[in-house]
Every structure is written in C-alpha cells, then in structure tokens.
C-alpha cells in the first residue's frame, strides 16, 4: 500500500538527492588536473599555437571568472535545458552527443539486463528447488566463478576466441559504416551482429549473481509452512516452485534487478570501451580522457538523475510485488 | 460406525537429522482410525503426533524416512498411501485427507489473496467451475464473511487465518480431516469457537478427524476416542469417557493430574510430571515411561509392547495400579 504522504516526501528526497549530485557533478571535473583548451589545440594542431590557448579559454568561459560564477552560469543554462557545448565534439551539444549515443547503449544494456534477469530468475530458481544435489553444487560454483569475472577481461577472451581466431563475429563497433541506417533488413541484422558479443559479455557475468540471490532465497523457502502447506494440497510441483516458493523468493532478487536497470544509462563501460561499442560509457571515456567537462557533467548528470529514478522505482514496485510493504 | 476408514500398521518414522544421528519420531505405531469418529492424539511434544499426522498425507520426505503400510479405506477406492506414485499422491492428499496446520500464522502465503490459494487447490483437483459459489460456501462454513476473499493473510487476524485453514481443509471434500493443534495458537474465545465449529462441521459433512493436541482439555471436549501418545508409541488408546475418568496407564493417569478443568476439586492432587521424555535417537528397551514411573518395577525393564491395534489397550505391565494418592510426589500441590 502506498500513501500519497509517502510518494510526496519521497519525491523530496529524490529532489534533494539530485541537487546535491549536481553540485558533485560540477565540481568533480574541475578538481581533475589539466586544461582542457590545452587538450584541444594538441589535438587539433599537435602544437600551442601562442595566444590561441587564452582565446580558448575565453571562448568557453574558463578565464576570469570564479567558481561560483561559473556554478550559477551552469545551474541557469542546467535550468533552461542547457548542457553546454562539448569541447571534444566542438561544435556538437552535450544533449546532441548523448541523443546520438544513448540509444545505443539503451540497447545494449537494456536488452542484456533484461536477459540476464530473466535467465538468472529462471537458472536460480531450478537451482533453489534442488539445492544440496551434486548438480546444483557444481553449477552454484561455476556461478561463483562467473561473477568473478571481470567485465573487461571476459570481453577480451571473446573478442580473441570468436573475433580473432575464429572469426564468427566482429571485433567491434556498432554497425557496418557501409549499411544506410533505416529499417532494413540488412541494417537490423547487422546491428545485432555487433551487438552478439557485447550482450553475451553482460548477461554471461551478470546473471550468474542474479542466479545465486535467487538460488539462496529460493533454499529457505523450503522450510516455511505454505510450502509444506502447498505440497499438503497436492499442488503440482510446478506450481509450488513458481507461485509460492519462487514468488516469494523473488522478492529480494527484484530489488537487485531494478537497481541494475538503473545503471542501464551509464553503459557497460568497460565493454562498451573494449568492443569500441559507441555508446555513453563509451563516449564518458572519450570525454574523461579529453577533459571535456560539459560533456562529463552532462553524462554523469544523466545517470544521477536516472538511478535515483530506478531507486524510487524500485521502492514502489516493491510494495506492489510484496503486499506486505507499506509505504507511509 | 465401526468401519475403519484408516488402518496403520507398523509406522516407523525416523528424522534423519544429519549423519550420524537419527530420531525416531514413531516406533512400530498400529491404529485403526473408524470412519465418522473424532480420535484425539494427546502427548507432550515431541511425542510423535504430528508426525502421524504428516505420515498419513506421506510429508516426511528425503533425507527423512517412513516405513510401514497406512491403508486408507475410502468411499470409492482402497488405497495404500505409501505405493502411491507422485500423480497419485498428489490426488490423494487434499481430496481424500485435509489438514489444519499447527502453525496458522504462517501457513498461507504473503504474497497470494485469499481467494487465489482456493483457486489453485481447485485446480490442483480438476473442479474447474463454480469457484465463486464454492469459495464463499466453504469461508461461510468456516464462519467467515465473503469479504475475506479478497484479502490478504497479513490482513487476517490468527483466529480467521485459521478459520481460513479449515475452510481450505475442507474445499475439496475430504473423507479425513487430520487437525494439528489447531487451537494452540489462539486465545480461549477463538479457541471455543474454533471447536465447536469443527464439531458442528463433523457432524454436517460427516468427517472422521483425527485432532493433535497437547491439551488434555480441548482434547476431551470433541474426541469420541482418545490416544495417548508417549515416545513415539501410543500407550493407551480408550474411549474418552474411560480415559478421562479411569486412565489405565501411569502416564495417563499423570498427564491428567497435571491438567486443571473447572471441575477439579480442591481436594485433588496436582502434580507434576517429573524428568524428560526419552532420548529417541537410541533405542528403547522396555517400557519407555520406566525411567519416569512412579510404579515401575524391574519386570517393566523387559517388557514388550504386544502389537495391538483394534479396540482399546493399555502398554502396561500392570495396567491401572498406580493410585495417584499413593505417588510420592514432592512438587505435587494441594488445591
């Protein structure tokens, strides 16, 4: 049950909480060593033209003014849904770069998380039903080692094993520059070509961790009396692992799920920086990697906003999962 | 009234608790339970009735065993519970045997309405149609409100939740009701309730109940026969009046006496049941009350119980020799 009262100071809170990660957001970058006109002009000509390097710094603002001017100037434009000019995709916007990358990443993750979950649910709660057998303790340690994994490092043995010595997918990128984008057959397919081994890396070293919260809770459920209760009434096993016994284990597990699609956002960021994946973790690398401040303020402003969102969610949903929860 | 309606025959459950210790919960238990009576099962904790109970719809599952034969003799079918295969059991219980847990406050599920936990056992037992009908046919039997349906159990109090048990106990017509302690949670209103709503039932539906109860009390207030359970046997098996009026065994006798009804006199004696139950995880040799009887004599060392399993029968070397006056007691109070 869920009280107006409840969803009003949450709200509060969730108000509060973002405004306190905007100032973070702000200063953040700015603590960073470096000068990002610097970074620009070597870029673009490999040496400091002279004078250029104070044109620059004037041009975005950097000169003359204090930290706290700077802060109001961001909180006004932040407010008139300005997030700035990237410096490194100069003269694209913040809200542009991120509208071009976003939906990739959405689709990268969202498609992995909501894979993984599914397939961690599904493997956890067969693993529940039998926990102590000899297969479910040898899967639960396969799990263990899977979780154990680094994003990363798993990326890099598919890329090398199916990329490179056997070359069924390819090494990375999001489509075939070749392909006109549109809905074609041909464009589709190949997206989900490059998307097979970036996807097969999330779900691979995430569900396994969804698997084993649900095998846990899913174990102790056979001690509770409806259980007992379910099997007295002769209810089908099936139906005793999925409505009383998995219902209720899911619980815990549907926490986990929702905070993970949280971060659906923030990308995978090692993967998608290893599969060269174009999508905000990776375009966040480009940016921390090049001091553009707009860019990271913006991103990292995206995700904030986004998970504390998915935790307010994830609050509500609980109380619509498990009648018990009351939310005053 | 005669028929045996559930005959057990040499049950033997053993809790496997981990490797090297196991307990015996029922040594070598024989009853016949006749078809409309109300047979109470009356010990102290751990004395083995609830595993009866849960012997009889075969819950006691790996790594715990049972041994033995339970033959249940229904209206239609004869069947022997423990040669069942998985689909036949699943049949079996609910539509031939119903039980009232113990524990009510936990035996529903959070996360399910009322009405859904009907639904499903309905469905369980192929009656597919008048769920409606039959749903607030069954709460109202059990004296409750239609609205119930749509609630969930946290929205239940303890005495409605088991109200709903029964209800569900008795949603697919079963011939047995096993009923274990299902008053023990209550307060003594809800708990006169509760029972003079499953004597009402019994008599409506034409149940045969086997009701667990620690509580020598309730027990004789609805049991037509009662059976004293001590050790994982039954020691004395009797028709209520008898027992409750000339128990024949020490254990009886002594379990009675430390029962206070408002008819106990002011000059009867109150006592208290010295030492503890036996260590079930060894075996029994002789008697197992020996250790804790007020007459027990070394004949008792040797004796073994004789397999009975129809009428009425005392364990006893010497059956009704103790006379509660004579007991040295030094708890035991004057009221």
């Known amino acids: 049950m869920i009280t107006r009262r409840y969803l009003m100071v949450r709200s509060a809170y969730a108000v509060a909480t973002t405004f306190v990660a905007i100032i973070i957001n702000f200063l953040l970058p700015r603590i960073i060593p470096g000068n990002p006109a610097v970074t620009i002009l070597l870029t673009n000509f490999h040496y400091l033209p002279p004078g250029k390097v104070k044109l620059l710094e004037q041009e975005f603002g950097l000169t003359n003014s204090s930290m706290l001017y700077q802060f109001e100037r961001y909180l006004v434009e932040l407010f008139h849904g300005n997030l700035g000019i990237s410096y490194y995709y100069y003269p694209e916007t913040v809200s542009q770069v991120i509208g071009t990358h976003l939906p990739w990443t959405l689709f990268l993750l969202g498609t992995s998380i909501s894979l993984s979950s599914v397939l961690g649910v599904i493997t956890g709660r067969m693993l529940g039903f039998r926990a102590g057998s000899k297969t479910e303790s040898a899967t639960s340690t396969i799990f263990i080692g899977l979780t154990s994994l680094p994003f990363f490092w798993f990326a890099i043995i598919l890329i090398l094993l199916f990329a490179v010595e056997v070359p069924l997918f390819p090494v990375g990128g999001v489509f075939y520059i070749l392909d006109t984008p549109g809905l074609n057959f041909k464009y589709i397919s190949s997206i989900a070509y490059h998307a097979a081994l970036p996807i097969l890396t999330i779900v691979a070293t995430t569900f396994p961790a969804f698997a084993l919260t649900m095998r846990n809770t899913m174990a102790n459920q056979n001690k509770e009396d409806y259980i007992l209760m379910a099997k007295a009434k002769g209810l089908p096993e099936r139906i005793i692992s999925k409505k009383y016994a998995g219902r209720n284990a899911v619980l815990p597990v549907a926490t986990h799920i929702i905070l993970a699609f949280g971060y659906i956002v923030a990308g995978a960021f090692f993967v998608e920086v290893v599969f060269s994946y174009k999508g905000i973790g990776y375009v966040l690398y480009e940016a921390v990697t090049t001091k553009d401040y707009p860019l990271i303020d913006g991103i990292f402003l995206m995700i904030t906003v986004t998970v504390i969102i998915a935790n307010f969610l994830a609050d509500l949903l609980y109380a619509v999962l498990d009648p018990r929860v009351e939310l005053r | ?335």
């Open chain 2, 1 to 335: 009234m005669n028929e045996v309606l559930l005959s057990i025959r040499n049950l033997n459950a053993t809790y496997n608790a981990d490797s090297n210790r196991s307990i015996h919960a029922i040594r070598d238990l024989n009853i016949d339970v006749l078809r409309g009576e109300v047979l109470a099962l009356v010990g102290e904790s751990g004395s083995g009735k609830s595993t009866m109970g849960l012997s009889i719809l075969r819950l006691i599952e790996s790594p715990h065993e049972i041994k033995g034969n339970i033959t249940f003799n229904g209206v239609d079918e004869q069947v022997s519970v423990f040669d069942l295969d998985p689909y036949k059991i699943r049949e079996f219980r609910w539509k031939k045997v119903a039980m009232v847990f113990q524990s009510a406050m936990n035996i529903l599920n959070p996360v399910m309405r009322v009405e859904a936990q009907f639904i499903d056992t309905f469905e369980a037992h192929g009656i597919i149609d008048d769920y409606d009908k039959r749903i607030n046919h069954y709460l109202e039997l059990a004296g409750l409100g239609k609205k119930v349906r749509r609630l969930y159990p946290h929205e239940l109090s303890g005495g409605m939740k088991q109200r709903v048990n029964i209800a569900l106990a008795l949603s697919c017509e079963p011939e047995l009701l096993i009923a274990d302690e299902p008053t023990t949670a209550l307060d003594v209103v809800v708990q006169r309730e509760v029972l003079y709503e499953l004597r009402r039932l019994k008599e409506e539906l034409n149940l045969t109940i086997i009701f667990i109860t620690h509580d020598l009390g309730v027990a004789s207030s609805i049991a037509d026969r009662i059976a004293v359970f001590y050790a994982g046997r039954i020691v004395e098996i009797n028709k209520k009046d008898e027992i409750t009026n000339n128990p024949m065994h020490p254990y009886s006798k002594l379990l009675l006496s430390t029962a206070i009804t408002l008819k106990t006199d002011k000059d009867s004696v109150l006592t208290q049941l010295e030492g503890t139950p036996p260590d079930l995880s060894v075996e029994i040799k002789g008697c197992s009350f020996y250790p804790r009887c007020p007459v027990r004599e070394n004949a008792c060392k040797s004796f073994t119980p004789n397999d009975q399993a129809k009428g009425e029968w005392v364990e006893c070397i010497k059956p009704g020799a103790m006379n509660l006056k004579e007991v040295d007691n030094p708890r035991g109070e004057r009221r």
